[in-house]
């Protein structure tokens, strides 16, 4: 009887113990902004490469190098500047790693990009415009490395 109300005690102890932890972590989340710049082409294969700039809302700063590779029904050859918005974020290296993405593109002269992608708990919602042309949809690998 006493190990069957220790382990019944433990049961309950664990859920309220995270209950409060989860939303003090929560509460400490940043927000956190890139600017990036990227070029590449695509034909089957898709590839890009570029820089970006991260600033977050607790001051924390991060040069960042952006690659991108992946593949299916895609042709075209761009240079797009624009903005990406994190969210899930407690510290800036959480941004570092490889995100999976899905996109449909496309643009004549004036191309332009949206898309959102993740890594676990972190989210990425890029948008950009440049030049070049591109129709397609490909899936694939976005890659942030410090620079």
Known sequence: MRKSFSALV?????????????????????SCRMTLSLAGWSAFYKTASGTGDVRCSNGQRMRVHLSSKGGGLTFGKSEITGVGKFSGIYDI????????????????????????????????????????WNLGVDFGKFTISAD
């Not at 959480?94 to 989210?123: C, F, P, Q, W």
């Open 10 to 30: 433990f049961a309950f102890a664990i859920p309220a113990v995270l209950a409060v932890v989860a939303p003090a972590r929560a509460a400490n989340e940043i």
């Open 93 to 132: 290296r959480e941004i570092l790693g490889d995100y999976v993405n899905a996109e449909a593109h496309a643009g004549a002269v004036r191309s332009s990009r949206g898309t959102v992608m993740t890594k676990g708990n972190v989210s990425l919602a890029l948008s950009g415009t440049g030049t070049g």
